[in-house]
Antibody
Framework: EVQLVESGGGLVQPGRSLKLSCLASGFTFSNYGMNWIRQAPGKGLEWVASISSSSSYIYYADTVKGRFTISRDNAKNTLYLQMTSLRSEDTALYYC???????????WGPGTMVTVSS | DTVLTQSPALAVSPGERVSISCRASEGVNSYMHWYQQKPGQQPKLLIYKASNLASGVPARFSGSGSGTDFTLTIDPVEADDTATYFCQQSWNDPTFGAGTKLELK
């Protein structure tokens, strides 16, 4: 059974940093591109970043480019999102999602909440 | 960014047919996908590449369209289908529609 479990969320002050993790199981992690997608409270979905299976290709939404870094450790079956210079508008539930060819997302984790507030 | 426009809400009776639309601001070929999200849960893939049913999804769900206009159809609607439905394009960097909240009468 495919499982994705995010962790690392919490309350953080504006301008500070936070690192999210997503532990994958039930599939060969190193064969799949992975993504971070976020959802502000009561709002829609916003794609944040994607990374290819071997980390060769990395893409970011303009809203986080230069502040967030996506990475992965295939030996640990883990996806990461390093977030710096956090802003109130980064407050959201952050999901990790497995990507299929065609860049759609066939499995999602339950998410980890990030709240940016002083 | 490619903007996806969905109607905000629909209300239907169980057993009826419902069509949820998604219009893209530019052509996305067939790279349109649909997700269902119930309150407090993560999104679930329903349809990929416009018309392909995801694994385990009931055949009551179907998708159609290409270019800029796409439709998710549920026929017949069941009580468990109460949820918000999002479209997503992947012709360019992924973007999502704002979601259509489906309520049952």
């Amino acid at each position: 059974e495919v499982q994705l479990v995010e962790s690392g969320g919490g309350l953080v002050q504006p301008g500070r940093s936070l690192k999210l993790s997503c532990l994958a199981s039930g599939f060969t992690f190193s064969n799949y591109g992975m993504n971070w997608i976020r959802q502000a409270p009561g709002k829609g979905l916003e794609w944040v970043a994607s990374i290819s299976s071997s980390s060769s290709y990395i893409y970011y939404a303009d809203t986080v480019k230069g502040r967030f870094t996506i990475s992965r450790d295939n030996a640990k079956n883990t996806l990461y999102l390093q977030m710096t210079s956090l802003r109130s508008e980064d407050t959201a539930l952050y999901y990790c999602a497995r990507q299929q060819l065609g860049r759609y997302f066939d499995f999602w984790g339950p998410g980890t909440m990030v709240t940016v507030s002083s | 960014d490619t903007v996806l426009t969905q109607s905000p809400a629909l209300a239907v009776s169980p057993g009826e047919r419902v069509s949820i639309s998604c219009r893209a601001s530019e052509g996305v070929n067939s790279y349109m996908h649909w997700y269902q999200q119930k309150p407090g849960q993560q999104p679930k893939l329903l349809i990929y590449k416009a018309s392909n049913l995801a694994s385990g999804v009931p055949a009551r769900f179907s998708g159609s369209g290409s270019g800029t206009d796409f439709t998710l159809t549920i026929d017949p609607v069941e009580a468990d289908d109460t949820a918000t439905y999002f479209c997503q394009q992947s012709w360019n960097d992924p973007t999502f529609g704002a979601g259509t909240k489906l309520e049952l009468k």
